[in-house]
């Protein structure tokens, strides 16, 4: 399992496009929408507010990364290679998963320090929430896997690259508040984890526990019921195989 | 038969079918590959060749009947049957971010290799398979010949007792084509080969014996001279459209010599 995850995430971080998308365009972000507050103060867009917004945002990229390479496997083969060799299933999750948690810590550090370097106070509390940001992860990570069990790698790219994005920024109150879309979309958006996975970093970074214990378990809800779909779709398509 | 080292049975198939919904991709296939002996699998287009190779290789499930790979059933002990054998699948199965050394190590890795074992293994498939000049460049920008090169390099690593290439020259120029069978000649008697094509000449060149399929069913097994002779064409390519040509259903045969 270990060369197999060593293998998924040289395959991450040696791709340019996921490099530059996953851990360089939440970072222009955290830049641009700074210098809004900077001009046009707006509270959302303080750094302890908007900070954990943008390293929940730069998930959505883990599952189409994630998403992308699974699906890509499938089409070309190496899967098939694979499952003639004494892999089990559990080391083909977990070595698709586990480097996706990895690569989450790392954007999630990156935003802190461009964070800090624009001026947010590191507190230890930050520390929990780069750390907690595993949380969320296990939904955008498994998400992945799902999409590329499923989907052709053109359609990954449909789905998690435009719609997956699109939700994830619209229905997070990232960056404005989610009741300006009027009741229907706000109750959409309390019902889907986006929003929660937002709230919940920013009550830890906030050092408000008891805020953060109910969104956690919403966002956690997901991870585990889209983990579940998740492996029975990889073990479904490679029974199939 | 030629350069068939010994009768020992490495492949039996029983009775073998697989469904697919409404489809019948293999229908009662029985076979027998000696151990050592290159067999080749000839059909066309959806004639059951993959699927057999994917349920020989434990990676599909057989509707109904078994196959015995080294006396070890494929549907009871899967996971025994993975250990002696590889498959080098139709594409070359690589990972195209991963340089060519990484690439074996990575198959090393699977198969529980330690260290030291791995070091070996990748020095040797480097050397013996002329890789050493392309072992630090990324898979993704080799040429087609040097992929499918790697790919098979990367089937042998674990050292199986028997390898199944999945149409391993298909898209290849005529050199990388020629090259690749030089290598497949160095293989044979070293260990038990099943390979798919649809070239004619290939199977010719590499087999000791050749299996037509169509619609599912084995119409035909032999050696080339006897293809030949039963089809009355000189040359494999007619014999093999004039053995597909008049196989009616029902005409499969015990594949046993």
């Known amino acids: 399992m270990a060369s197999f995850s060593g293998r998924t995430f040289k395959e991450i971080l040696r791709d340019p496009l996921t490099l530059g998308f996953g851990l360089g365009f939440p970072l222009v972000l955290l830049l641009l929408l700074s210098l809004i507050q900077s001009n046009i103060p707006v509270s959302m867009f303080e750094l302890n507010t908007l900070t954990p917004g943008i390293t929940v945002f730069g998930l959505s990229f883990i599952t189409l990364f994630a998403g992308q390479l699974v699906s890509k496997d499938r089409d070309t083969s190496f899967l098939q290679r694979l499952y003639t060799t004494p892999m089990k299933p559990l080391d083909f999750v977990l070595g698709y998963m586990l480097p996706f948690f990895a690569i989450a810590i790392a954007q999630a550090l990156l935003c802190y320090v461009a964070a800090w370097i624009l001026g947010l106070e590191i507190t230890i509390n930050v520390l929990w929430s780069v750390l907690l940001i595993l949380v969320p992860a296990l939904f955008y990570a498994s998400l992945g896997l799902l999409c590329g069990s499923t989907l052709t790698e053109t359609q990954v790219g449909g789905l998690c690259g435009a719609l997956l994005t699109n939700l994830s920024a619209w229905l997070s109150g990232i960056w404005f508040n989610i009741s300006m879309l009027g009741s229907v979309f706000e109750k959409i958006a309390s019902l889907l984890p986006f929003i929660h996975a937002v709230e919940f970093e920013r009550a830890v970074v906030a050092g408000n526990f008891s805020t953060a214990l109910p969104h956690m378990l919403w966002v956690l809800g997901y991870g585990i019921a889209i983990t579940a779909l998740a492996v029975f779709a990889f073990l479904r398509q490679m029974k199939k195989q | ?257």
């Open chain 2, 1 to 257: 038969m030629k350069g068939m080292p010994d009768m020992t049975t490495a492949i039996e198939t029983k009775n073998l079918t697989k469904d697919y919904k409404d489809v019948r991709a293999v229908d009662s296939l029985n076979l027998t590959i000696y151990q050592g002996e290159l067999f080749s699998l000839l059909g066309v287009n959806g004639a059951g060749k993959t699927t057999t190779i994917k349920m020989l290789s434990c990676v599909s499930s057989p509707t109904c009947g078994d196959a015995f790979v080294n006396g070890m059933s494929v549907k009871s002990r899967p996971t025994n049957v993975k250990k002696i054998i590889a498959v080098s699948p139709q594409q070359s199965a690589i990972a195209r971010n991963l340089s060519v050394k990484e690439n074996l190590k990575l198959m090393c890795g699977v198969h529980g290799f330690d260290k030291e074992k791995t070091s070996r293994k990748v020095r040797e498939s480097l050397g013996s398979f002329g890789l050493s000049q392309v072992a630090a460049r990324k898979a993704a920008k080799l040429s087609g010949g040097w992929q499918r090169r790697l790919s098979l390099a990367m089937a042998l690593i674990s050292e199986p007792k028997i390898l199944f290439l999945d149409e391993p020259t298909l898209g290849l120029d005529v050199i990388a084509r020629s090259e690749l069978w030089e290598t497949i000649r160095e293989l044979k008697s070293k260990m038990t080969i099943v390979l798919t094509t649809h070239y004619m000449e290939e199977a010719e060149a590499l087999s000791d014996r050749i299996g037509i399929m169509k619609e599912g069913r084995l119409v035909f097994c032999g050696t080339a001279v006897e293809m030949k002779a039963k089809s009355g064409k000189d040359n494999i390519e007619s014999a093999f459209i004039e053995i597909v040509k008049n196989a009616s259903k029902g005409t499969s045969k015990e594949a046993k010599a």
